[in-house]
């Protein structure tokens, strides 16, 4: 199987979820926010196709990470190879942040008419949903690019079946406290 993919991971990195993370760079995204800091990212037939289980390779060799968070782009336009890469990173004990320009509410509604949208959900830990909207553009906000932005537990709301925030996420990140300007915009 091949994933396609916006540039090489990335290891180490500190601003896309908790903790030391491997970043997955997914190619391919139609939500067109206005002000999208990635627009390299849109075109499906942009980056380059790689292979599933050499990614899987690299991200084994990863050591030392908490996690991984597929980015992008939005994961959710390749569902099989999101599955895959998520599902394996689960089996070797990372846990799994994703981006999405869809909100969790959506999905549960594309969940009703594709089967891959749960599967994909239910493999994920930490959600951060919703288009970048550039009237609610944050660079004090930790993990995300505009406020309306939510970073949600996604097992808890599965089971609730309604979005439960995870609240710890809800102050300013460190770049903040130290009074220093942010050079990175989360989308
Ligand atoms: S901000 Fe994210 S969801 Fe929106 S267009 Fe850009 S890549 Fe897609």
């Known amino acids: 199987m091949l994933i396609r993919l916006a540039r090489p991971i990335q290891r180490d990195s ?3 979820g908790e903790g030391l993370r491997t970043v997955i760079w997914t190619q391919g995204c139609a939500h067109k926010c206005f002000g999208c800091h990635n627009p390299s990212t849109h075109s499906f ?34 569902l099989d190879a999101s599955i895959e890469i998520a599902t394996y990173s689960q089996s070797i004990g990372l846990n799994v942040w994703a981006y999405t320009g869809y909100t969790f509410e959506q999905l549960m509604l594309l969940a009703n008419k594709n089967d891959k949208v749960l ?52 102050k300013n ?14 989308v």
């Open 119 to 170: 599967m994909l959900l239910q493999q994920i830990d930490v959600l951060v949903d919703g288009r970048f909207e550039l009237s609610k553009r944050s660079l004090d906000w930790k993990f995300r690019g505009s406020k309306n932005q939510r970073i949600i537990d996604v097992k808890k709301s599965l089971k609730g079946n309604k979005p439960i925030i995870i609240t710890k996420y809800n």
């Open 14 to 16: 500190i601003v896309d």
């Open 45 to 78: 037939d942009g980056g380059f196709a790689q292979d599933i289980d050499e990614l899987k390779k690299q991200i084994k060799n990863s050591h030392n990470q908490d996690g991984i968070t597929l980015s992008g782009g939005d994961p959710f336009f390749q």
């Open 173 to 186: 990140n460190s770049y903040n406290i130290l009074n220093k300007k942010s050079q990175h915009i989360y």
